[in-house]
C-alpha cells in the first residue's frame, strides 16, 4: 500500500496547474494538466470551458492563440516543451494567456467596401 501511495503522490507532483486568462481578466481553471498534454489539447479544453455569457467567443481552437513568459505556443508543442521554468514556483499556478482571433468580417460588408469609390492617395519621394 505504500508503493500504491508513494506512486500517485508522484505523479501528482509532475501534474502542472493552469489557469487561463482572458483578455477582460476573468480566468478559466486552475486545472491540472500531464507534461505531455499538447497546447492543442489545452486549446480544445479552453474551447469547452469557455464561459457561456462571454461575447466574441472563440469558434474553433484555431482562433485561440495561448501565450506563456511572452511567447505563442505552438499547438504540437506539449506542456513540458512550452512552459517557462523560470520564475514558476513549485506548487504554484501557471498562469497562460488566451488572445481569441477576432471574427473575419461578413462577405456582404465586404463588397460595399469594394464598391465604394477608391480614395486617391498621395506618395512622397525624397531627392
Known sequence: AGFLLESRLMAEEELID?????ADGTDIGPSKYSPSTTVGALK????????????NGPKASNDVKLINAGKILE???TLAESRAPVGELPGGVITMHVVVRPPFSDKNSDNILD???KKSSCSCTIM
Not at 18 to 22: P, S, V
Not at 44 to 55: G, N, R, T
Open 44 to 55: 480544445e479544453k479552453i474551447l469547452e470551458q469557455w464561459p457561456k455569457d462571454k461575447e
Open 115 to 117: 464598391d465604394s469609390p
Open 18 to 22: 493552469l489557469k487561463f486568462r482572458l
Open 75 to 77: 499547438d504540437c508543442r
